[in-house]
C-alpha cells in the first residue's frame, strides 16, 4: 500500500486530537468515495457520449432514443451497484 501525508492546519489538529477516532481510516474512506464520484461522473459523461453517438447515426424516433437510453443507465447502474456490493461499500 502506498503512503499519503496530509498536513493539516493547526486549529483542525486541535479539533482532531479532541475526538478519538481512527483518522487515518476517516481519510482513506474520504479518498474512496472521491474516487467512485470521480468514476460515476466518468462513467455518465460516456454514457451520455455513447447515446449521443448511437442517436446521431440511428433511425430512432428521439422517444425511441430517450427510452434506449433509461434503459442502458439502469442496467449499468445494476451492474455497478453488483460491483460496489462485493466491494463492501453498499
Known amino acids: 500500500m502506498s503512503e499519503f501525508v496530509v498536513n493539516i492546519p493547526k486549529d483542525l489538529e486541535k479539533d482532531i486530537k479532541e475526538f478519538p477516532e481512527n483518522w487515518a481510516a476517516v481519510a482513506l474512506e474520504a479518498i474512496k468515495l472521491r474516487a467512485f464520484q470521480l468514476k ?38 445494476k451492474g455497478r ?10
Not at 460515476?40 to 422517444?63: D, G, H, W
Not at 451497484?81 to 453498499?90: C, N, P, S, T, Y
Open 81 to 90: 451497484f453488483e460491483q460496489l456490493r462485493k466491494a463492501g461499500l453498499v
Open 40 to 77: 460515476l461522473e466518468r462513467s455518465a459523461e460516456f454514457r451520455r457520449s455513447f447515446v449521443e453517438a448511437i442517436a446521431s447515426k440511428s433511425r430512432l424516433s428521439e422517444k425511441e432514443a430517450d427510452k434506449f437510453a433509461i434503459e442502458l443507465g439502469r442496467k449499468i447502474k
